[in-house]
Structure formats: structure tokens, C-alpha cells
């Protein structure tokens, strides 16, 4: 029996099918399951798309080994975009998979959602670029003064780092965390925990946060700090994105320095090595301490910098075919014009009764901007070569200093320089555990000085398997020796890993998941909760 349609009902189909024609040049028809037909509807209906160049995009990063294809991508030109998208996943008896997606610099797919729908936060930059007061600095990038924080910045979680250095240099001032690379969302470096060589004095970049905004899996905008809403604050920081997605973080600034004096000198004991650089971290002067492996068969300089004269070269290439693996450690310290007249003997002071090789101190004066985007050069060299956009399975660990000595010896040596495998930067640097908060998500070992170890492989599209294979020969060495290491940018393929590697933490991890995200709408990516 059939009935005629209302005119309000009339109307309803009327406004449907309006709205479907106005965003047909962006769409194409949703054929997908995962997603309902009804977010069609909503307001942020123009700002999907489902174009082959928006999904080509986000189903890879730059790791190149794990492709995940989403129904669809968001581009939000408001933090309400975001807010409407999760609230439409949450309200669905069955939700769909939800991933927010800075600069795509993760390794295994972590800010991938298959069959979901990926946000592109690079887009709330794009459509607030409106200028404040100061015309060089972004909108959603505010340098700001109080009597208990001292100076700080709100910044956008969609921002790039290298974006945040240049605003906050007009005011004299900057972050003092950093991450070897600055073309990096703060989102993404906060989700897992932003580490370099200043990490051994100020700490990872979430031990520099004051306060931030974050969109919960429910949908829930909320701000939250040590003191508010603690348990989603220290929740999300370290937390790989499952607990929320960051919009804003407030930043600790400190003084800008101008320039900086960049040594690095070169071991052939590895002991001596990590002694020394044990022993820089443990006094006071220095604003920077790393260190990375040089081998024979890899290229003295790469795409980290550039720092040996050709004439050093021949001299480094001299050393290396007499011992096959030499140690470099790398030190800074910071200058301005108050302090030009001292820092030469300051930084005699800080080298004397260093146990580096005679005559294998290298040292450069560089700017501060120049020294902190010292990966940048590299990369558009790379780019230039097209050696940059290609495979990178990358490994990154905390190995607690005990184990130090064995990793060298098995790992460095045993496996890496006998193999022969080598194609990128390899790092290895202490750094001290009272610099990180137990609150946090992020999972570091349990003593109190670890070292962060870092292969940066790169590799053909046809034989980055033979280096992932090379990363599970150590993880495997590593467990069987009980060297409890811990994976940094972690990527595990079962459950039981993952409870593994947060140890005693996994209890309330879950218990965060739950109470933040408990239809696990957010990274699945990480392969943590699916």
C-alpha cells in the first residue's frame, strides 16, 4: 500500500540530493562499505575527497613499505571538521577507523587507516594562514608570556617544526627540544616522543609541553595539562595517537641562541667511545651529545650533514681500512655575542680528557638555524638524486647502557659490519631517564642511562626486505640474550608483543584506550588494538 510523500519529507530528499551535487566534482560515488552513505550529509561532506591523487597520497609514507588504502580522505579547514568526523564514527554501531596524518614521516604505516578514513592536518594550516600581529609568524603558531610559564608557544599540532623554529626566532626565543629533523608535525613527534641529541638535558620533546588540545575518540575537544584532565595529557604524549588527536600543544621557548660550535671526534675503542659520551651528558656545559657509527663500506657523508672537508676524508678512509668500524661523537655548544669571547675555552675545557684518537677532532662554527636544519641539505640532494622518496626500514631502540657493550659487539659488529648491508646513518647516543615522566605513554628501559640507537636504512624498492630481515636478526639476538631493549617508533604484528613492550604499563594503557577510545576508532595504523 502506498502512501504520498509529505512535503517535509519531499523537502529532506530535496536538500539530499542538492547537497550530493554539490560536492559530485570532489567525490566519487561511495562504493565502499566500511564508511555509511550518510556522512554525505554531513557538513564536512565537501571537505572529503575519494580522488586517486588524495588516496595514492595517504595509502604510503615515508617508509615505502606498508601501503594501506582509505575510503577516503579528510581535508578540515577547522579543528570542528575533525570533531564531526569522529562523532559521526563514534555514533555508528559499527565505527570505521579514523587517522589523523601530519607530514607522513611514519615507517610502517602508523598514520595509515585501511578502509577508513585518514585526516590530512596539514590541511588546518592551509586554510588558517591568516597573519597576527607579526607578519612572518602563522596563525595557529603564538609566541606568548606568563609570570609562572615564562615564555611559550601555542602551536598547532599540524605544524611543522622547522615552521615553529622560524616564528619563534622573530621573538629572540625557541623551542629546546628537537628532533634531528625538522620537517616533522608536532602532533606526530608528541604522539611518539620527539629525541635527539639534546634529549640527555632537556628531555624528549613531550617532557616540554605545558598544556594541549586533543579530540578524543568519542569526539570530545578537551584541554588538558598536568594539572587539568592529567590523565589524557599523560595519555596522549607518547601515546601513538590512540587515546587522541592533538590540535594544539603549548610549547616551552627559552633565549635563541645565534650560533654553535660543532665537534665531533672519532674512536676506535667503543669503550672509550661511550664512556666519554657518558661522561659529556654528566656534566654541565654542553647543549648537545651524539654519536653514529662509520663504516667502510658506507659514505663518510650523508644525508644527516655534511661535515668533512675532502682532505679529512682521505684521512677518516685511512683509519676506517685499518679497523672497518669507527666511532664518531658529536658535540655542541651554544653561543651568542654575551658569549662569543668565552666559549673557545669553554669548549677546551669540556674536550680536555676526552679519549678520541689524536688528531681526529673536526670542528665547525655554524648558525643555530643552520646547525638544527642540518638534515634538510641532505634531503634535497637526495630529493635531486631521487634516492629520497624510496624504501626505509628503519629500526630504532633504547638499549639500557648494560647491554651496551654486548649490542656493539654483536649488533655493530657481528651482524651489521659482517653482513655488509649498511645504506644509511646509523646512531648511537646516551641520554638519561629523570629527563622523562613515568606518566607518559611513551615506554623507555628501566635504568637510569640508556642509549638511543637509530638504523636509518635506505634501500631499492626491490630490496628493503633484505634489510628488514637484517632488523629481525637483531631483534631476535636481542630477546634471546634478554638485552631488554625497548623499539622506539615501535612496530609490532601481534598482540602479545605489544604487551610485551609496554611491560607494566600495558594495564592502564588499556585502561586509557578504554576510556578515550573505546570503539578503538583512532590509528589503527599502529596495529595495537586490531
Known sequence: ?????????????????????????????????????????????????????????????????????????????????????????????TPFHIAARGHGHSIRGQAMAQNGVVVEMNSLNNNNNNNNNNKNESYRIRVSWDSSLGFYADVGGEQLWIDVLRATLEHGLSPVSWTDYLYLTVGGTLSNAGISGQTFRHGPQISNVYEMDVITGKGEFVTCSKYKNSELFFAVLGGLGQFGIITRARIVLDKAPTRVKWVRMLYADFSKFTKDQEHLISVDGLDYVE?????????????????????????????????????????????????ANTIDEELKRLVKGLNFLPGFIFKKDVTFVDFLNRVRRGELELQSKGQWDVPHPWLNLFVPKSSIMDFN?????DIILRQNKTTGPILVYPTSRKKWDE?????????????????????????????????EEILNYCDKAGLKIKQYLPHYKTKEDWIKHFGKKWNIFQQRKSQFDPKMILSPGQRIFN
Open 1 to 93: 500500500m502506498s502512501k504520498l510523500l509529505s512535503p517535509s519529507y519531499n523537502f529532506i530528499i530535496f536538500f539530499i540530493i542538492s547537497r550530493l551535487m554539490s560536492i559530485i566534482g570532489k567525490l566519487k560515488p561511495w562504493n565502499n562499505p566500511s564508511i555509511p552513505y550518510e556522512i554525505l550529509s554531513l557538513d564536512i561532506a565537501s571537505k572529503l575527497s575519494t580522488n586517486s591523487d588524495s588516496i595514492s597520497e595517504t595509502s604510503t609514507d615515508f617508509g615505502k613499505i606498508v601501503q594501506e588504502i582509505p575510503a577516503a580522505v579528510l581535508y578540515p579547514s577547522s579543528i570542528n571538521d575533525i570533531v564531526e568526523l569522529i562523532k559521526f564514527s563514534y555514533g555508528l554501531s
Open 291 to 339: 654519536g653514529s657509527l662509520m663504516m667502510e663500506q658506507s659514505s663518510l657523508n650523508n644525508w644527516r650533514s655534511s661535515f668533512f672537508s675532502p682532505s679529512n676524508q682521505i684521512k677518516i678512509a685511512s683509519l676506517l681500512s685499518q679497523n672497518g668500524i669507527i666511532y664518531c661523537l658529536e658535540m655542541v655548544k651554544y653561543y651568542d655575542d654575551q658569549t
Open 409 to 413: 659487539a654483536s649488533v655493530f659488529v
Open 439 to 471: 606518566r607518559m605513554s611513551a615506554v623507555i628501559p628501566e635504568e637510569e642511562t640508556f642509549y638511543c640507537v637509530g638504523l636509518l636504512h635506505s634501500s631499492g624498492f626491490n630490496d628493503w626486505k633484505i634489510l628488514d630481515e637484517q632488523n
